[in-house]
């Protein structure tokens, strides 16, 4: 049976894309609710470019996506189709096929709609993300999730649905072979994984979990399972019900939300409301790294001064020195999950300097490592999304439960004081408009 196109063949405007995907989110929910999903779901990432404010010029995400091999097609300023060259499902050459559409949210932020299948359409953006230094995802860290659960996705009734997702990988205790393994497979893993006897079972902390009930019976125990098991601290991806109709949307951590609602207009208006939400927290922290920093060092230039506020993070769990080697030597290969450069320096068997850069933008970093913590100092004006970055990977893959400060401010206090936007208004306008 020939698959369901994932693309309105003949798009005229973002309105006609509007009413497609508003058709496909009808037939997705309904083949969900019956157990049976031959429509794709609608996939959402929420990716980060560069705010002009940071003594950048920002660049248009087609311009971004040209530059890297996609060809885009404009139906306004903000809403651009884009096509990609490549092969599928055994084809002799490569075909141009529409993949999805960009819509500018801000001069900072876009983001990228499409009905491809999870693992095709995360390869893809990972893709962009690692070839281009101007793009990389907006990263919602388990701090931030967990302050999203509880001042919003717990209080939506106890009576509904929710889904929490927890992703630790202790990948640096494991040989350096294998190591490298994991970080270039692309697949996500089956659902019945534990059931395959005959697949290999490398001996190293993997937390791969998650908790699905209604929400009130959540909330009472999740506080109590994190206390008892290290690993539920590194809070993945976040199911959140819909607030004006059925189903809900699923947040992962690098900015991937997936609509199980029964209408485009929700998933939309669910992304802005996120974005909005991400756009608050990364600015808040910006504003209180760059104040503290003033505090401490008034009148210092960024071209004379090497200093810059600190991230701390603290290992609740210091890893063992085989480990802290292991991750020190992978930490900064040329693709590597914290998307970092540099040369470390031993100033003992557990602490390392680096002198490094970060390949989004391409801004300095100050890193010292131990098996501790990790300290990075951040001169001014680097853009917030790498101290989230920092943060959720450290968390996946180094240590599952962290204390971070940025200068003398708890990283928690400063998800908490944002928490999340008010509820998106701004509706898919018109989306039965008349195209004349």
């Given at each position: 049976m020939k698959a369901p196109p994932i693309a309105p063949q003949t798009a005229r405007d973002r309105f006609d894309v509007y009413r497609f995907f508003n058709g496909m989110s009808e037939e997705a929910k309904a083949g969900l609710d019956s157990h049976y999903t031959r429509t794709p779901l609608v996939k959402t990432f929420l990716l980060e470019h560069v705010?002009?404010?940071r003594g950048r010029v920002p660049r248009s995400p087609a311009d971004i996506l040209q530059g890297l091999g996609a060809e885009t097609q404009p139906l306004d300023d903000e809403f651009h189709e884009v096509r990609v060259w490549e092969n599928r499902d055994g084809e002799s050459r490569p075909q141009r096929r529409t993949v999805g559409y960009v819509e500018?949210?801000?001069e900072r932020f876009f983001a990228y709609y499409t009905a491809d299948g999870a693992n095709e359409a995360k390869r893809l953006v990972e893709r962009w993300v690692a070839r281009s230094p101007d793009l990389d995802c907006t990263w919602f860290t388990s701090h931030f999730l967990h302050t999203l659960w509880n001042r919003?996705?717990?209080?939506r009734g106890d009576d509904r649905f929710g889904k929490l997702i927890f992703r630790h990988e202790s990948v640096f205790d494991m040989p350096t072979d294998e190591v490298l393994a994991i970080e270039n497979d692309d697949t996500e893993e089956p659902a019945d994984e534990d059931l395959d006897e005959d697949r290999p079972d490398l001996e190293r902390r993997t937390v791969r979990s998650e908790i699905k009930d209604r929400i009130g019976p959540i909330r009472k125990v999740l506080e109590k399972l994190q206390d008892t098991y290290v690993p539920l601290n590194s809070l993945y991806g976040l199911r959140i019900p819909s607030a004006v109709g059925r189903g809900s949307h699923d947040l992962y951590q690098e900015g991937r939300i997936t609509n199980r609602a029964d209408t485009f207009e929700d998933h939309r208006n669910m992304v802005r409301y996120l974005y909005r939400t991400y756009r608050t927290v990364l600015e808040h922290t910006e504003q209180s790294a760059w104040f503290a920093f003033e505090q401490h060092h008034p009148g210092a230039s960024t071209r004379t001064s090497h200093k810059g506020v600190p991230l701390i993070i603290e290992f609740k769990e210091p890893l063992s020195a085989a480990t802290f080697e292991r991750w020190i030597s992978l930490a900064f290969r040329k693709r590597n999950v914290f998307r970092l450069w540099g040369n470390p320096i031993y100033l003992g068997p557990t602490k390392v300097h680096v002198y490094g850069a970060d390949r989004h933008l391409w801004q300095p970093i100050n890193l010292e490592m131990t098996k501790s913590r990790l300290v990075a100092v951040l001169p001014k004006g680097t853009c917030g999304n790498t101290f989230h970055r920092l943060v959720a990977n450290v968390q996946r893959y180094v240590c599952p439960k962290v204390e971070v400060w940025l200068g003398e401010t708890p990283f928690r206090e400063l998800m908490e004081s944002v928490g999340p936007?008010?509820?998106?208004?701004?509706?898919?306008?018109?989306?039965?408009?008349?195209?004349?």
């Open positions: 705010a002009a404010r500018r949210y801000s919003d996705v717990s209080e936007a008010e509820p998106s208004g701004d509706a898919v306008p018109a989306l039965n408009r008349s195209r004349d």
